[in-house]
């Protein structure tokens, strides 16, 4: 009983991983978002997405996780139009209702 149960719980866990893959690619990726127009060009952007999943998984695999969140170094300063929509935006949505 107790080795069904190791073998229940292996399985669970490596159909988890296959989970957590493909919700990535999904989410992150954007995986299914692909506009083109036939099944073969659907299934190349699946396997390049894939790819390019994996190439990114193993490189940061060894990295600690505050070097893979910080991305203070690469992140470009907002433009001036960006800034002033944003405060046109808030401008409008904290005014008074008449």
Same mark, same amino acid.
């Given at each position: 009983?107790?080795?069904?149960? *190791?073998?229940? %719980?292996?399985? $669970? =866990?490596?159909?988890?991983?296959?989970? #957590? =893959?493909?919700?990535?690619?999904? #989410? $992150?990726? +954007?995986?299914?978002?692909?506009? *083109?127009?036939?099944?073969?060009?659907?299934?190349?952007?699946?396997?390049?997405? +894939?790819? %390019?999943?994996?190439? *990114? #998984? %193993? !490189?940061?695999?060894?990295?600690? !996780?505050? !070097?893979?969140?910080? &991305?203070?170094? &690469?992140?470009?300063?907002? @433009?001036?139009?960006?800034?002033?929509?944003? !405060?046109?935006?808030?401008?409008?949505? @904290?005014?008074? %209702? =008449?």
């Amino acid at each position: 009983m107790a080795d069904l149960l *190791v073998e229940l %719980l292996e399985t $669970v =866990a490596a159909r988890w991983a296959i989970e #957590e =893959a493909f919700h990535d690619l999904k #989410e $992150v990726w +954007g995986a299914e978002q692909q506009q *083109v127009q036939t099944v073969g060009s659907s299934i190349g952007c699946w396997n390049l997405n +894939g790819w %390019l999943y994996t190439l *990114v #998984e %193993l !490189a940061s695999w060894d990295q600690p !996780a505050p !070097a893979l969140v910080d &991305r203070s170094d &690469r992140l470009s300063p907002r @433009s001036a139009a960006t800034v002033e929509r944003d !405060a046109g935006i808030r401008r409008a949505t @904290s005014a008074p %209702l =008449a």
